[in-house]
């Protein structure tokens, strides 16, 4: 898992963020978004994923597009991220965050550690099997959580996919429902418009302490 950093390393601001190849070139316009919404004062660590689906994917489920099945090997990602964390410290504020499953990831992360505050989760792959059910059966650790989705992104032939406008509802409520400061946006188009614009409007809002 390859380490990226970016920012101010002394801000008490740190932000995670899960990415893989394909997230590489658009960082620069992800971090310029920030800057420009929500000030210098952040210190993004951005950990690359070489198997996005194994890696990332909080249990093993079969494959809802191609043959990729999902691994389930997330919690071995978090711990090897939670310990390049111990060397920065508790003192500080940590917000993870993330695009597509790596939303997801970022979501599912909160519920098993409380050293994450708030969650910038674009787009997430809301949509997992019985991951709603997880959330039903737990409590988030953080006090913070965005979440958006494309206003086109339920539109897929896709019937587990589709599902996603109406989970990223229930978990809005849900969240609501347990007294997390949370916001749901909704943008133009569909999964693969901007992505990296949306994942940086999700940390600019955990940023924004007025909001």
């Not at 994450?116 to 709603?132: C, D, K, L, Q, Y």
Request: proline share 3%; charged share 25%; glycine share 8%.
């Amino acid at each position: 898992m390859e380490r990226y950093e970016f920012g101010n390393p002394n801000s008490t601001n740190v932000l995670i963020q899960m990415i893989g190849d394909h997230e590489l070139l658009g960082l620069e316009k992800e971090l310029a978004y920030i800057r420009k919404n929500a000030g210098e004062d952040f210190f993004l660590i951005a950990f690359k994923v070489d198997d996005w689906n194994k890696e990332l994917s909080p249990w093993k489920a079969p494959a809802v597009f191609g043959d990729e099945a999902f691994g389930g090997f997330a919690g071995e990602t978090l711990a090897k991220v939670l310990e390049q964390l111990n060397d920065i410290g508790r003192q500080k504020k940590y917000c993870i965050g993330g695009y597509s499953l790596a939303g997801l990831f970022a979501l599912w992360a909160a519920y098993e550690t409380d050293l994450f505050t708030a969650v910038a989760a674009a787009s997430p792959s809301i949509w997992f099997p019985g991951f709603i059910d997880h959330m039903k059966s737990r409590s988030i650790h953080a006090d913070k959580v965005y979440l958006s989705l494309g206003n086109r992104e339920a539109k897929t032939r896709n019937p587990v996919m589709a599902t996603v406008a109406d989970c990223i509802e229930m978990s809005f409520d849900l969240l609501k429902q347990q007294g997390v400061d949370c916001t749901l946006e909704w943008n133009e188009g569909n999964h693969f418009k901007e992505a990296e614009i949306r994942t940086a409007k999700a940390f600019a809002w955990v940023l924004d302490c007025n909001h």
